[in-house]
């Protein structure tokens, strides 16, 4: 079973953050483009719930193999293959998320907030690693651009908790923090959290505050101005989905920015960087 088969048609701007978007170079969007596609393809066969694990993790070694030159089954995978070597650049990032997958099809628990770190480490990291290659720019700023992808994943985990669940049986609030505030899983498939569900949820919406902290001063650090630009307002995006997590409940209602939201936060993120706030 090929990635297309099991293709959800999901494209970039079904995203919760921007992927791509005007602000970058044209010259940097193709290979960009390129890494999301690989990306989206390999997402979708760990996600797809009608796929066996065996079936699920075929397609993952099927695109490992295209991408490393073995195989020509995958076709975003080849195109990744393209890019890079025009580039330059190796495929150890795209690797990392390729075990991220493989750990979406194996693994649904997560017993620490140390273990969902150290999935961000490949599921999150290496797409704003990537990004930064792409750009040239310095490795320096590796620790702030995990950070901020580490907490753009979590949010992403928690709007998507229950559905996660429901469809998946895959958890990713840590099962140790559940467990001290006396929170069972099962309740993430209530219509609304509980106390003790809720507790977590915002116990780890501040985690991803304290990400953002980190974080806060990446877009500074950026030669690329608009890319520094793109961080921003990422960066802006991230700050209120967090804080909106901490007061209100993902169960109950989608916690998303509407377009015109979106849409101001972005030009108040822009105009603060320019200013050089």
């Not at 998946?168 to 467990?179: E, G, K, T, W």
Request: aromatic share 6%.
């Amino acid at each position: 079973m090929s990635a297309a088969d099991l293709a959800s048609g999901k494209g970039h701007k079904d995203e919760n953050f921007p992927v791509a978007s005007r602000l970058i170079r044209p010259q940097h969007r193709a290979p960009i483009m390129a890494f999301y596609h690989f990306a989206r393809a390999g997402d979708d066969i760990a996600d797809n719930a009608g796929a066996s694990e065996d079936e699920k993790l075929a397609g993952l070694e099927a695109m490992r193999r295209t991408l490393t030159g073995h195989a020509e089954s995958e076709p975003t995978a080849a195109a990744l293959r393209t890019a890079l070597a025009q580039r330059k650049l190796d495929p150890a990032h795209a690797l990392d998320l390729l075990e991220a997958f493989r750990r979406d099809v194996t693994k649904n628990r997560y017993q620490s907030w140390e273990a969902l770190l150290d999935y961000c480490r490949y599921s999150a990291m290496p797409v704003g690693r990537f990004v930064l290659d792409v750009h040239g720019e310095s490795r320096a700023w590796w620790p702030a651009n995990d950070a901020l992808c580490a907490a753009l994943q979590i949010i992403n985990h928690l709007q998507d908790c229950s559905g996660d669940y429901r469809a998946l049986d895959r958890v990713y609030l840590p099962q140790d923090m559940l467990a001290a505030a006396s929170a069972r899983t099962e309740d993430l498939a209530a219509p609304s959290a509980s106390p003790a569900l809720r507790a977590v949820i915002v116990d780890t919406a501040a985690r991803c505050e304290s990400l953002l902290a980190e974080s806060a001063g990446f877009a500074r650090a950026i030669a690329d101005r608009r890319l520094a630009l793109e961080v921003a307002v990422i960066q802006r995006l991230a700050e209120d989905l967090a804080r909106r997590l901490k007061m209100r409940d993902p169960l109950a209602t989608r916690i998303v920015h509407r377009k015109a939201e979106a849409v101001g936060l972005a030009m108040r993120a822009v105009i603060g960087r320019l200013l050089g706030r």
